[in-house]
């Protein structure tokens, strides 16, 4: 009790220095928290994708089409539950700058397929039965506040021109991790369409989506659909879900790392500047500390006040930083949504913050205390006055 | 008045030397050193600067390291203890007070004076009561609450002799406690010093500059560089 008011006074003692360091380590760990979780989120679209759906490609590229009539093949492999297909439609609504996942797919087996994407039976219905239909994820239709009824226009990158559509489900997400910003609608809208308008790239499909009906089946159904198609004018590559993401992702894993690395950087930046706050503050107690041993009180009193007062002033910052990760998550979440659907803050991350600001409290005592305790009594007595 | 002849020596110093190394130079500080100190004695050490005075009065506290040489206080050869038998010595022998009272600064005068208690196994209650006593025997009971940086330098050495004296020590050294004081501060500190000796029968040992302190003694030693002389 003595010593935790010591430490305490003692942590105050320089208000200046002390507010600076716990800003300096709260900042620290927001950054640490935010940057861990933007990598986390990198990689939270490979954990969330289902190793029980196929994905399937032109082997080429994914640039390159497949015929629609390799969907009734497909069915017939041994293992394939569903088939579903669809097209990457890369629309912009209203400007460039407004982006957001859309694609054109079939309707019925899709929303099969991803059962974590929560649809009211009644618009389900609407969905199924409306050839310009479309459904948005709740995140995406509150950021543009639309309603179900509303018409929704998307101007067409790679398929040039205006296409209206009418929005007649908002999905939600099973989890908090399934992605709320996609916009699908029927494929048969875009393809008939096309038939008239150019012919020539009617019929086809940017990729199939299978699932199986055990996740252990996966390679085995994969292998029978590449070799089904094996010398034929397009050759296909089918993968689970979760490996397809992980080719995207591995493009910008460096970036990654990177971001990683960055995150620990900042951690041992402020670990120096604690570090170096705590010599500074050790340097002008040596005499107390002299004092101190003399009156009979061994290391492990220094070592107590020296780490008490560090860890002190670090867990403060460390809570205050984590407290800090809350709103800027927040305004992430809302500013950026089309990059980061989902922004949260994981418990894990608030562990690692907090160990992280111990860690600093901890490093920034070991050198103050092994001086304070090793300094000859006559020596520290010497730096009073 | 020759009671202090017949009383036993508390300390007992043989063949003291302490030198200290500056790179590859070897400085002796303490040369060859013999000298006993009686129970109740109240010793002045004087001398000029650098000669030594503080060197020996650590060495004789326990808070430094003799070269060679034996110092016996109440029987026990601290030169043979380790530093943690060193460290419960000094709590239970001896009383300190330093130049610049050394009091901790974010401790109230109280917490300052119950600070060495806390190395015993007294009760809150216990050393509530003995920090109330000690601080009211140097007239600072209405300022147990004051911080160091509220009290004058003579309150501030009061509170620092109030802790020096709290664990009943047998020894109070004492390194020029008036040299940062003024004529009044300092006729009032040596007032309570005499009075722990007289009184309660501690002995002093106390290096000075100032010969009206050194009055206040019973014995004056002089040290000139690294030996000791009598008058
Ligand atoms: N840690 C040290 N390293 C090197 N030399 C030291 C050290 N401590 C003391 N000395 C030297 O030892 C000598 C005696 O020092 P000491 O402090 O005992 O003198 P003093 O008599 O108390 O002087 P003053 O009256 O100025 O306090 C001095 O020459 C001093 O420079
Ligand atoms: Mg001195």
Redesign the pocket.
């Known amino acids: 009790m003595f010593f935790l008011k010591l430490i305490i006074r003692n942590a105050f003692r320089h208000r200046l220095r002390t507010v600076l360091t716990v800003v300096g380590v709260a900042i620290a760990v927001m950054a640490f928290g935010l940057l861990s979780t933007l990598v986390g989120l990198w990689y939270l679209g490979v954990e969330s994708s289902s190793a029980t759906r196929l994905v399937t490609r032109n082997s080429i590229s994914l640039v390159f089409s497949l015929p629609v009539a390799y969907k009734d093949r497909i069915r017939q492999v041994p293992g394939v539950k569903s088939v579903s297909w669809g097209n990457w439609f890369g629309g912009v609504y209203i400007e460039p700058k407004n982006f957001f996942p859309n694609f054109a797919v079939e309707p019925g087996s899709y929303l099969g397929l991803y059962p974590e994407f929560i649809l009211p039976p009644d618009q389900k219905a609407a969905f199924l039965l409306d050839r310009r239909g479309a459904v948005a994820g709740r995140k995406l239709a509150e950021k543009y506040r639309w309603k179900t009824g509303d018409q929704i226009t998307l101007k067409g990158t790679i398929f040039p021109g205006e296409w209206p559509f009418v929005l007649r489900g908002i999905y939600r997400g099973a989890q908090k991790s399934t992605d709320e910003t996609q916009f699908f609608f029927n494929w048969n809208y875009l393809n008939e369409t096309l038939k008239k308008t150019v012919p020539r790239r009617a019929d086809q499909v940017g990729f199939y989506m299978t699932g199986v009906s055990r996740p252990d089946q996966a390679a085995e159904v994969s292998v029978a659909i590449d070799t089904l198609f094996h010398n034929s004018l397009a050759e296909t590559l089918t993968e689970t879900e979760k490996a397809f993401q992980l080719g995207f992702v591995s493009m910008t894993e460096a970036i990654m790392v990177a971001i990683r690395i960055v995150s620990y950087v900042v951690i041992v930046i402020i670990m120096v500047v604690a570090a170096n706050t705590m010599a500074m503050t050790a340097r002008e107690r040596m005499g107390e500390f002299a004092t101190l041993k003399t009156l009979g009180f061994g290391p492990w009193y220094i070592a107590l006040v020296v780490f008490g007062e560090s860890i002190t002033i670090s867990m403060v910052g460390g809570f205050t930083g984590v407290l800090l990760t809350f709103p800027a998550a927040c305004w992430i979440e809302a500013e950026l949504s089309q990059f980061f659907p989902v922004f949260n803050i994981s418990p894990m991350t608030i562990y690692l913050d907090l160990l992280a600001s111990f860690t600093v409290g901890v490093t920034a005592a070991v050198f103050p205390t092994w001086r304070g305790v090793t300094i ?1 009594i ?2 520290g007595l ?1 730096r009073v006055g | 008045m020759n009671s202090t002849v017949i009383r036993p020596p508390i300390v007992r110093i043989r063949n003291l030397t302490k030198s ?3 790179g590859n130079q070897n ?1 002796p ?1 303490l040369m060859d050193i013999d000298f006993d100190i009686a129970d109740g004695e109240f010793l002045a050490l004087m ?12 060495l004789i506290a326990g808070i430094d390291k003799a070269d060679t040489g034996q110092i016996v206080i109440g029987g026990v050869d601290i030169a043979l203890l380790t530093e943690a038998e060193l460290a419960r010595w000094r709590s239970t022998n001896v009383g300190f007070i330093f130049q610049f009272y050394n009091l901790i600064p974010v401790l109230t005068a109280f917490e300052n004076v119950e600070l060495p208690l806390l190395l015993t196994a007294l009760s809150r209650k216990e050393r509530c009561e003995h920090v109330e006593t000690v601080l009211r025997l140097v007239n600072l009971e209405e300022r147990m609450d004051h911080y160091p940086s509220q009290l004058s330098g003579g309150q501030q050495q009061r509170v620092a002799i109030a802790r020096a004296i709290i664990t009943d020590p047998t020894i109070l050294v004492a ?2 406690p008036t040299g940062d004081l003024d004529r009044l501060s300092a006729e009032d500190i040596l007032t309570f010093i005499d009075r722990l000796n007289r009184e309660f029968g501690k002995t002093v040992i106390m ?1 000075t ?1 100032d010969p009206r302190a050194a009055e206040k003694a019973h014995l004056v030693r002089h ?1 000139e560089k ?1 030996v000791l002389s009598d008058n």
């Open positions: 000859g006559a020596e010497r | 200290y190394q500056r400085i500080v001398g000029p600067s650098g000669s030594g005075k503080s060197t020996l009065l650590n390194d020029e290096v500059h040290l690294g």
